[in-house]
C-alpha cells in the first residue's frame, strides 16, 4: 500500500490512535519519533480479526518525523505493555539534542 501507512490495517488503527492512547512517549521531532499504546476490549471495535485471522487485543502505533506511520499487533495487552515500556525506556534516555 502507497502512502504513509504500511497497510490498511495500520491506517485503521491509526484513525482509532487520534480518538486517545492509553499511553504515549516520544516525539515526532526526534528520537525514533511518536510511539501511542492503543488498547481494545472484546466490546469495541479495536478489538478486530486481521486477515491472517489473529485476533488483537492492542497495539503500538509508531509515527516518524517524515510522518510514516507503522503498527505493531499483540494477541495480549501485556505483551503490548511490555513492548511499550521498551520504548518508554528508549524514549527516556532520549532527551531530544
Given at each position: 500500500?502507497?502512502?504513509?501507512?504500511?497497510?490498511?490495517?495500520?491506517?485503521l488503527v491509526?484513525?482509532?490512535?487520534?480518538?486517545?492512547?492509553?499511553?504515549?512517549?516520544?516525539?515526532?521531532?526526534?528520537?525514533?519519533?511518536?510511539?501511542?499504546?492503543?488498547?481494545?476490549?472484546?466490546?469495541?471495535?479495536?478489538?478486530?480479526?486481521?486477515?491472517?485471522?489473529?485476533?488483537?487485543?492492542?497495539?503500538?502505533?509508531?509515527?516518524?518525523?517524515?510522518?510514516?506511520?507503522?503498527?505493531?499487533?499483540?494477541?495480549?495487552?501485556?505483551?503490548?505493555?511490555?513492548?511499550?515500556?521498551?520504548?518508554?525506556?528508549?524514549?527516556d534516555?532520549?532527551?531530544?539534542?
Amino acid at each position: 500500500m502507497a502512502g504513509k501507512f504500511g497497510s490498511e490495517d495500520d491506517s485503521l488503527v491509526y484513525q482509532w490512535s487520534l480518538d486517545g492512547t492509553a499511553d504515549e512517549c516520544g516525539d515526532v521531532s526526534y528520537g525514533d519519533g511518536w510511539h501511542g499504546l492503543v488498547l481494545g476490549t472484546a466490546d469495541d471495535c479495536t478489538q478486530f480479526t486481521e486477515t491472517n485471522g489473529e485476533t488483537y487485543a492492542a497495539y503500538i502505533v509508531h509515527e516518524g518525523s517524515q510522518g510514516f506511520v507503522d503498527v505493531d499487533y499483540y494477541v495480549t495487552e501485556s505483551e503490548a505493555r511490555a513492548a511499550f515500556d521498551e520504548y518508554r525506556t528508549n524514549n527516556d534516555n532520549d532527551n531530544g539534542e
